[in-house]
């Protein structure tokens, strides 16, 4: 007696149909996860402007500075840029009549907690290096207009290392601009921190550089994680 063949049709067409449900279900999933990374991206290149400045308090600065007659804290204000930066201003005393505010300025540039966010990131708020002789010469002309400036002749040293600055006089009064980078995050910065840049700004009366150069030289930055002082240093 002859055998009847087992028809291979319904199998194959089962097999052909499920192949097609897994494929159809494969490029759902796929344009899926490529819509949302797009989302995710226009959404984070949406947001890389700086917010409005806003008032805070001095609490809430990541900086404490020594008592200072001359140059207390006035005011203090904030911004964000995108998820990497964020960036204070310290409105300080100004015990002389020449134009300009004096003022610490903060800018603290954290590493990117995302793949999305290291790949979409906001364009840098400070440059590198921070000043050249032609962007400082525009800067002293506008900060210190008809004060003899100087170049100070070697760099200065505070708890965190090196720093340089430049003096501005009249008759009356002398000015400081100081600037510094921060950037050993495998040594002294926290591990989320990639870099912090300080500069300070102060003009008083008199010609002691030394005092005006006071805050700056004692500040201590009070961010989340601790920051080590460079004398802490010397065995690592």
Request: glycine share 6%; net charge neutral.
């Amino acid at each position: 007696m002859p055998e009847t063949p087992i028809s291979g049709s319904p199998i194959s067409g089962t097999a052909r149909i499920g192949r097609r449900r897994a494929a159809l279900l494969s490029v759902l999933a796929a344009t899926t996860l490529l819509t949302s990374g797009c989302a995710g991206w226009v959404r984070d290149n949406l947001t890389q402007s700086p917010t409005p400045w806003r008032r805070v308090q001095p609490a809430a600065l990541p900086v404490t500075l020594p008592d200072s007659r001359d140059f207390p804290i006035v005011a203090a204000r904030m911004r964000d840029t995108g998820a990497v930066y964020k960036s204070y201003i310290v409105v300080l005393g100004n015990p002389t009549v020449l134009p300009g505010e004096n003022r610490l300025t903060i800018d603290v540039q954290t590493l990117p907690d995302s793949l999305f966010g290291a790949l979409v990131q906001p364009p840098r708020v400070f440059p590198v290096p921070l000043y050249t002789m032609e962007t400082l010469l525009a800067t002293t002309k506008r900060e210190f207009p008809e004060m003899t400036v100087k170049v100070a002749d070697a760099a200065r040293r505070n708890r965190y290392g090196d720093y340089d600055y430049v003096t501005a006089q009249d008759g009356v009064n002398s000015c400081v601009l100081a600037w510094q980078l921060i950037t050993d995050h495998k040594r002294m910065l926290p591990e989320r921190i990639e870099a912090v840049r300080l500069e300070y700004r102060a003009c008083g009366v008199g010609s002691n550089i030394r005092a005006m150069l006071a805050p700056f030289d004692g500040l201590s930055l009070t961010l989340p994680e601790t920051v080590l002082e460079a004398q802490d240093l010397g065995g690592m």
